[in-house]
């Protein structure tokens, strides 16, 4: 059973969450032709899998994390919840998915007043929980091509950044057929992020804007022209990413029922994800209870937010808003594309496990970079959106919303390196006004000079060694040691 791959194979089908269309995967579909609402994706033998009991479920899963098989390896070890329309030959992993939760530091979980953890989805080998999305997506791609024989296939995406990445990295990996373009807003993407395409090999075109006008125009080339779109509006990347809460529930010995999961909102994609994935553990009886949801936004792109915002469901309109500047990069994002997935999912959510599993709070500029050194000081290596979800915990115990025993599980989603800039510029004190940032001398750190260059090309190497320990002594405070 470890090394075997599933025989079973399902029958899977678009559903559109407007009009309630069905169509066929055999056609790359991003929304509902009828309507142009988005899709999900519905395995429609997944009562099949009632057939075995839950216990068996969970042996099944843990045993599959101890096996050689690639193809089982990543979040396919997860295969019969996800995409079980794939052949082991479609199947890409990069090393994808399996990524830790770490316990905060004592000191950390002190500070806070909560126990919580890290899920470090930046040690994805593009080094973001994209790569969730682009395992599934592509190897779904990968079976489209060996199926229809199709000699050229252009992939394209928008992105901030950590799409880009991993899009790329996955289309170099499969080749052949497969090109991949990448739409960025000019200036607004990260030296190390803007590196990750240029050096996978993708045609990378900058846009002037921000990420949802770059949205637009990847919309229009995939309603106007045949490439393969690899934004969250595509179904597949959503199912890959359901990967994360299968990972939360088996690392917690499959009893999430005291946990409180914050996700960044972004795209909207994950925190859809995230519930999509809980909701089929729960209707299976692999957990016995649903853990809570928090989705995170910034101040300066916050429409979900503002759209929960309202306790009368009645009375709740969304509206897109009009970014600001963001640390917070990967969550800048004024209009997102999954909204009417979270709204859906939401609905079913809270159905399935009762109100008030689902909540989005709002957060400021100042406590998502201070979020990210918090963590990092502590032993973390948080990108931005993890600073995100701290302060996003930090601002739903300050609402009174956490829960004595609750653990807080928080979404790193990418690795601390990709945004070292935003550190710099706290450190440096270098933000620009629109960030509304201002840096705290006690969280500022900088390098000292211990000695001039001139001073070590004027002494001999012995006396420069000595002297160099001394200033070092001298900064630390150091006590000379007696000799007995």
């Not at 509206?319 to 997935?341: E, L, Y």
């Not at 709204?343 to 989005?360: K, M």
């Not at 957060?363 to 979800?389: D, F, K, P, S, Y």
Request: with cysteine; proline share 6%; glycine share 8%.
């Amino acid at each position: 059973m470890l090394d075997q791959f599933p025989s079973r194979r399902g029958r899977m089908e678009y559903v559109c969450l407007g009009c309630g269309a069905r169509l066929d995967i055999d056609e790359l579909y991003y929304t509902c032709p009828e309507c142009s609402e988005v899709l999900l994706l519905e395995d429609l033998d997944f009562d099949e899998l009632r057939q075995t009991n839950p216990e068996q479920w969970r042996e099944i899963f843990d045993l599959r994390a101890a096996t050689r098989r690639p193809e089982l390896k990543g979040i396919f070890r997860f295969y019969e919840l996800m995409a079980p329309v794939l052949e082991p030959e479609d199947i890409i992993w990069l090393g994808d998915g399996n990524t830790p939760i770490i316990p905060a530091s004592p000191a950390l979980a002190g500070h806070v007043g909560q126990d919580m953890a890290f899920k470090n989805d930046g040690q994805n080998p593009s080094a973001s929980f994209k790569d969730r999305g682009m395992a599934c997506a592509f190897s779904y791609l990968k079976a489209l091509i060996r199926r229809h024989g199709w000699d050229q296939v252009l992939t394209v995406c928008a992105s901030t950044g950590d799409t880009s990445a991993a899009a790329a990295l996955y289309a170099a990996y499969v080749g052949g057929a497969v090109k991949s373009v990448v739409l960025l807003p000019q200036g607004k993407v990260t030296p190390q992020q803007l590196a990750q395409p240029l050096g996978s090999g993708a045609v990378v075109l900058e846009l002037p804007g921000v990420f949802d006008d770059c949205m637009k125009v990847v919309e229009h080339l995939a309603e106007n022209y045949r490439v393969a779109l690899l934004n969250s509006k595509n179904a597949w990347r959503i199912l890959g990413q359901e990967s994360y809460a299968f990972e939360v529930a088996q690392h917690y010995g499959w009893d999430v029922a005291d946990k409180a999961v914050f996700v960044p909102i972004g795209n909207a994609g994950n925190v859809t994800a995230i519930m999509s994935g809980f909701l089929k553990l729960r209707s299976l009886g692999i957990i016995e209870k649903l853990p809570r949801i928090f989705g995170v936004q910034s101040a300066h792109a916050d429409p979900v937010f503002r759209y929960y915002h309202e306790s009368d469901p009645a009375r709740r309109a969304y509206h897109p808003v009009t970014v600001r500047a963001s640390v917070a990069q990967a969550a800048m994002i004024g209009n997102p594309v999954s909204f009417p997935r979270v709204r859906h999912l939401v609905d079913r959510y809270e159905q399935a496990g009762g109100a008030g599993l689902f909540h989005v709070v709002q957060v400021e500029e100042q406590a998502v970079i201070e979020g990210m050194l918090l963590a990092n000081r502590h032993g973390h290596i948080a990108c931005t959106q993890g600073g995100e979800c701290l302060a996003g915990l930090l601002r739903a115990r300050e609402l009174g919303l956490m829960q004595a025993g609750e653990t807080a599980v928080l979404d790193a989603t990418a690795h601390a390196l990709k945004f070292i800039g935003f550190q710099k510029m706290y450190f440096e004190n270098s933000f620009p006004p629109e960030y509304g940032i201002t840096p705290k001398e006690e969280l500022m750190n900088a390098p000292r000079r211990v000695l001039s260059p001139e001073v070590k090309a004027e002494l001999p190497a012995q006396e420069f060694t000595v002297q160099a320990a001394q200033a070092v002594a001298g900064v630390l405070g150091l006590q000379v040691r007696e000799r007995g």
